[in-house]
């Protein structure tokens, strides 16, 4: 149970319910036991050069960085499955560090692909001694040879511009979004304390995130200086917001909706993946070893679920699926097929009653590369039905073995390279061009 991570409170748990188990055994014991087995583990090597050998031994690929006294200063490492995951599901990475993992305090870059299934799995772990430009950069460009060269299509981060700039040096092509979620927590930490009342607070939280939420660059234009206007007494608050302005292509709606960013850039996928990891981690203590020991069991149990879910979803999709489904289901996602069926659900009341729906602003496909109410509706009064073209490939349960996308590159994107539409997608029905429309459930038509 050691090796499989597990902290020593769950192994006494474990102990006392098995009924071969001896039930004096107490905490202390198995932190001893923990000891001498790590002890064992050792044997005589120092941890680093146990550490290596560990990941060698289990074909764990790594890069790692010592300084002159052949101490580790950075050490970036993977696994064999989470290498071809990163490789089948190349679109959306989150990176993201991650604090009080080790007794050395090295920060712990966590690097987090999702799936078709929309889950997490983790692309790749990196020690840091610091968080320097230059670390960010060596931890960029060893990732990038540990995936043998692969350019993410879209990376999202928190406002940390050391890592800001390695990835523009290492992946330009890709495009950088800001975590809204980030953006959100450090607006409460730094404007909280300005208002007296929670009314207060909440009014402008609610015109920030509606700020966020602009949907043309002219709307943010406007949002944002009834934000100055309305909020011109708070200086620290209005002088906080603007020093985000220089980031606005990275994060508001306006210019991050342009990419299909999977609908990565406003969830918190980062927090909950690292959440899980400590949660194999356990202790804040150990070493290095300790730590990529327990990363792997991690990493593993995530691939055993990845395989599991995909797996399942090539045999199981939701019974309300009809013939318009017919040539997608089993092969795509449920998770797609859900979104997708919340638009031919809005499609199918647009024509059976007179019902209207919104001006499409293509937001469907260009986020997410999926068909909209108004391509659902414009497909049903043709008479066709879905095809996989009509799906991101991201969201397929199955690939062809040539899958390679080049991003294509909007040059009008201030925040830098941002990929427009769907990769690898042709266009298949492609509803007119219109401005922002209401909202119609989570994702719009
Ligand atoms: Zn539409």
Known sequence: MTKAGALPRTIAVALREDPEGNP??????????????????????????????KLEEEGLPFRKRVDNENRITSLIFTHPQSVSFTKRFRNVFVMDCTYKTNKFEMPLLHIVGMTCCNTSFTSALCFLSRETREDYLWAMCMYSELMDYFTPLVIVTDRELALMHANAKVFPTAAKLLCRWHIEKNVVTNCKSAFRTKEEWDGFFNTMQELMKS??????????????????????????????LPYKTYFVSAWVDRVTHLGSSVSSRAEGAHKCLKGHIGVSTGNLLTVVDHSRAFMEEQHKEIIGKIANEKVNVPPTLGAFFADIKYKVSGFALGLIEEQYILARRSLATNFTLSTCRDYLKRVFGLPCAHAITEALADDRVLTMHDIHKHWHLVLDENYIEAPTLDTTQAGGNLPMGAPGHQRFYGPPPGPPSNYFGPYGP
């Open 24 to 53: 004096d055994f107490l905490r202390r014991n198995i932190y001893n036991a923990k000891r001498d087995l790590r002890v064992k583990n050792l044997a005589g090597r120092t941890p680093i050069v146990a550490l290596l050998d």
């Open 215 to 244: 949907l043309t660059e002219e709307k943010f234009e406007e949002n944002l200086a009834d934000l100055m206007r309305d909020y011109e007494r708070y200086e620290t608050v209005t002088s906080y917001v603007e020093t985000l």
